[in-house]
Antibody, heavy 115, light 110 residues
Framework: EEQLVQSGAEVKKSGESLKISCKGS????????IGWVRQRPDKGLEWMAI????????RYSPSFQGRVTISVDNSISTAYLRWSSLRASDSALYYCARGLLPDLWGLGTLVTVSP | QSALTQPPSVSGSPGQSVTVSCTGT?????????VSWYQQPPGAAPKRIIY???DRPSGVPDRFSGSKSGNTASLTISGLQPEDEADYYCCSYTNTFTYVFGTGTKVTVL
């Protein structure tokens, strides 16, 4: 079964760093783009960034460029999203999703950042 | 890069048809046939129901259909069912090699 399994909920303070993960299984991880989507409480979906695991080609939304870093570890079929300095406004549910127009989604990782 | 524009809400009675619009620009929807639609029930992850403007993944009922004219893509739900009540989002490729979602539409079954 194809699936994306995301890391658990995180509670952090402003200024702290954070890295969340997304492990793909049941398919050839390296051959599909994988990205991250933000959803703030009671708000819409926001496309953040995407990476092609086979060659690490990356694309960032201008809204998130410089704020987050997307990466992968092909040896364990896992994608990551990293913040070096969190803000309260980063509090949201973060989905990882496979494909340029995603066809497979994880269940989300809830990130809560206190001021 | 602004979000694509969708109506905040649409509603219809069971069996009726409803259409959700998704308006972009010549930099995204208008220039590419890489438009998808997602259904997100409350508390659940999104599910892709349309890709490539009008193609349906296997398992998606044929009452869901997609189209595009100029800078506007549309999702039509024919024969609305109670289980169709959810938030719907469009998504398009852009000329900056990135993607952008729509603002989202809540579909209510009366």
């Amino acid at each position: 079964e194809e699936q994306l399994v995301q890391s658990g909920a995180e509670v952090k303070k402003s200024g702290e760093s954070l890295k969340i993960s997304c492990k793909g299984s049941g398919y050839n991880f390296a051959k599909y783009w994988i990205g991250w989507v933000r959803q703030r409480p009671d708000k819409g979906l926001e496309w953040m960034a995407i990476i092609y695991p086979a060659d690490s080609d990356t694309r960032y939304s201008p809204s998130f460029q410089g704020r987050v870093t997307i990466s992968v570890d092909n040896s364990i079929s896992t994608a990551y999203l990293r913040w070096s300095s969190l803000r309260a406004s980063d509090s949201a549910l973060y989905y990882c999703a496979r494909g340029l127009l995603p066809d497979l989604w994880g269940l989300g990782t809830l990130v809560t950042v206190s001021p | 890069q602004s979000a694509l524009t969708q109506p905040p809400s649409v509603s219809g009675s069971p069996g009726q048809s409803v259409t959700v619009s998704c308006t972009g620009t010549s930099s995204d929807v208008g220039s590419f046939n890489r438009v998808s639609w997602y259904q997100q029930p409350p508390g659940a992850a999104p599910k892709r129901i349309i890709y490539g403007v009008r193609d349906r993944p296997s398992g998606v009922p044929d009452r869901f259909s997609g189209s595009k004219s100029g800078n506007t893509a549309s999702l039509t739900i024919s024969g609305l069912q109670p289980e169709d009540e959810a938030d719907y989002y469009c998504c398009s490729y852009t000329n900056t090699f990135t993607y952008v979602f729509g603002t989202g539409t809540k579909v209510t079954v009366l």
